[in-house]
């Protein structure tokens, strides 16, 4: 073993563990507002610290990022997995689609992860890993557990629930809280399952046109 790997397993000094979590409280507080464009400098100075200190923490902002996301998600992770228990599937279902948007507006960098948008930062590459395995884990078990109930249409494929997804986030940087929620309730009325007979012999010419 090297002394570089001995030093790795050293447990941090206290004055060390208290520079790290500061690092990653502002860094979460700076990537929530502006997205993974702010630079590990600017992190260092509102922390109070150097760079130098940032840096032997977190080698690059590819890895301070995907350590602010992964505590994140794991976080919705942990709120979503209360959503196994309800019983209701389809509120289970949509309830865990609400809490994604609900944390998406309020986290840039988040929602850029979830819409799987990397901001040269690869956010992408992060979002198939880690802590999103576990969300997908169980998005894809309320999912199906919904489908079964016929609470949501069941051609609908987890990918494309997540392009879906991806949309809705998208649609933050531009659109208000208001429209968001507008947005959600459209996607919502689509994806759930249809009563029998419904949506038969409609024209799709007429789709949008008032009757008449």
Known sequence: MSSQDVTRTKPLRADARRNRSKVL???REAFAIEGAAVSIDE???RAGVGAGTVHRHFPTKESLLETVLEERIAEIVDEARVLVDEPDPAEAFFGVLRLLLRHGTRDRALSDALAARGDNCQAAT???TGARRDLQIVL???????QAAGSVRADLSLMELHALLSGLHLSM???D???VGRLLEIVTDG???RRAGAGQDRDPARIGTPPG
């Open 25 to 27: 409280q502002t860094a």
């Open 43 to 45: 992190i260092a100075r």
């Open 126 to 128: 992060f979002v198939v």
């Open 140 to 146: 894809t078990g309320l999912l199906h557990r919904a």
């Open 173 to 175: 940087r531009t659109a």
């Open 177 to 179: 809280e208001a429209l």
């Open 191 to 193: 994806l759930r399952g």
